[in-house]
């Protein structure tokens, strides 16, 4: 028998619960946006060489993509809010690690365990929206305000890392993700639903293994082809992750109770959802990456100036992903979705043009284009994911996405974060003097960061030249990462459109 229409609507319990369910969203956006504006602390601390600057920014996107496929069915199986909770006591601990770091490859380990327990977080909190409300109208209400956390992560991180690093060392922008851990685990159990499939079916580690495997296999052969060039190394990485990949899909279209339901991919929409979490967080990490930077190291900002700038871009996002589901109502799905990809083509090209003479408006206009477009796109596209599947399904069907947009993620900075600092090495190169000591050459050829660092104990008028040049080489690979991102945008949303251009609200 159907639910009537009374039965479906959420109760108040159910919005509680779901202020709940946003406190990890925040603190994942958090981790991420608060690290931006550590950077340049953190480089200038532990002396990480840009290779590792990289990996530290990333690895936490790699597992967390590694990861979610398998966590996602992890959670259908053993409860949704079960595994949220295991995932607030490894990522409080990780970021407990990460926060007294002493080397490169202790922070390194630190975010790779923060990835581990980010990965068992991000599929439990999508499903259970998709569990908690029935009614297609307050489902996409819900998932509106659940993307808005998202982008409300963005805005606080930035503030409160500020706040601390004027006050702290940079490992202290760790600590805010403790207090939040507790709160989540106290409070999941009192006014969050345990759901979870009745009857699962036997799990697989050899798909858990393959699937693992495969991701990870291509994931680092993209962050290895984008620093090194297609090598050997990462000939063989691609090669070996599409054939585990294939393993993987061949193992769950025969499997009586496959890890996830392949079959949900034979669905455009489906397909085309996962597409856009890849591209919609492609470009926000890669593009916040560049825009910290950019407002501390060019323009001159303390962290907390910075962070409060970036409220900006954070706010269109929010107002983005609230507008959506109103918009829904009376323009088509896909209509929405392929003009967020625009607008994200739009703000990126904007930023093409930013200079180190240009400031504040252009650099804010661009992000905030882009981030409004990411928020809109985001709620409407999450909301097909959800529907597509069974609601028993719900954990690995979000698992999915989750890792369309982690991966988007991870990619965004390997590819992006690698045009920028490769622009940025060509260009110190040719600039710096071949007799220019080595203890001064290395820091400033490496990494923006290291150039200003080295700037502080140079005389006048070196310091002011060194300056002058690493801004205008970390101009250059911005601008050069924009009008990239910019292209694939446009196209990306012509084929969106395309592909969902019978796309309506979800009525399921």
């Not at 949900?264 to 890669?286: C, D, K, N, P």
Request: glycine share 10%; proline share 5%.
């Amino acid at each position: 028998m159907s639910q009537t229409a009374t039965d479906q609507r959420a109760t108040r319990k159910d919005w509680l619960g779901l202020a709940v369910l946003v406190v990890p969203i925040l603190v994942v956006s958090m981790d991420m946006s608060v690290l931006y504006l550590a950077l340049p602390f953190m480089t200038a601390d532990l002396e990480p060489t840009g290779n590792q600057t990289l990996w530290i920014l990333d690895i936490y996107g790699f597992l967390l993509a590694g990861l979610l496929i398998t966590m996602g069915s992890l959670g259908d199986r053993i409860g949704r809010r079960t595994l949220l909770m295991i995932g607030a006591v490894v990522f409080g601990a990780a970021s407990l690690a990460a926060t007294f770091s002493t080397s490169p490859e202790m922070l390194l380990v630190a975010r790779a365990l923060l990835g581990i327990g980010g990965a068992t977080i991000a599929p439990s909190t999508l499903s259970l929206i998709r569990n908690m409300f029935h009614d297609p109208t307050q489902r996409k209400e819900a998932i509106g305000l659940w993307t808005a956390g998202f982008a409300g992560g963005a805005a606080v991180g930035p503030v409160i890392g500020g706040v601390l690093l004027e006050h702290f060392w940079w490992g202290s922008v760790f600590l805010i993700n403790i207090p939040i851990m507790i709160v989540l685990f106290v409070a999941a159990p009192l006014l969050v639903p345990e759901f979870k499939d009745a009857d699962p079916g036997r799990f697989d580690p050899i798909s858990v293994v393959l699937a693992i495997a495969s991701m990870l296999s291509i994931v680092f052969a993209i962050k290895h082809g984008a620093q090194e060039g297609i090598d050997t190394a990462a000939a063989v990485s691609t090669l070996a992750g599409l054939a585990l990949g294939t393993l993987f899909v061949l193992r769950q279209r025969k499997a009586a109770n496959p890890l996830i339901d392949v079959t949900l991919f034979a669905e455009r929409a489906f397909s085309a959802a996962v597409v856009v979490q890849f591209l919609v967080i492609f470009a926000m990490t890669g593009f916040s990456l560049f825009a910290s930077q950019y407002l501390q190291l060019v323009v001159g900002l303390g962290p907390l100036e910075a962070g409060l700038w970036l409220l900006v871009p954070a706010v269109a996002a929010a107002a983005g992903a609230v507008l959506a589901p109103t918009l829904s109502k009376v323009i088509r799905t896909g209509t929405i979705i392929a003009g967020g990809l625009l607008a994200i083509a739009i703000g990126c090209t904007a930023m093409a043009f930013v200079s180190a003479d240009s400031g504040l408006p252009l650099l804010l206009t661009g992000m905030a284009v882009l981030t409004f477009g990411i928020g809109a796109a985001s709620t409407l596209n999450s909301d097909i994911v959800l529907t597509a599947a069974a609601p028993e399904k719900a954990g690995a069907a979000s698992a999915l996405s989750e890792t369309g947009a982690e991966l988007g993620g991870a990619v965004g900075i390997a590819i992006l974060g690698t045009i920028g600092s490769t622009a940025y090495r060509h260009r110190m190169d040719d600039a710096i003097p071949a007799q220019t000591p080595a203890e001064i050459a290395d820091p400033a050829r490496e990494t923006i960061g290291g150039a200003v660092a080295v700037a502080d104990y140079l005389p006048e008028p070196f310091a002011s030249q060194l300056t002058a040049v690493a801004n205008s080489s970390f101009i250059d690979g911005f601008n050069l990462a924009s009008g990239a991102s910019a292209g694939l945008m446009a196209v990306s949303a012509v084929a969106v459109f395309v592909l969902l251009r019978r796309q309506t609200a979800s009525a399921r």
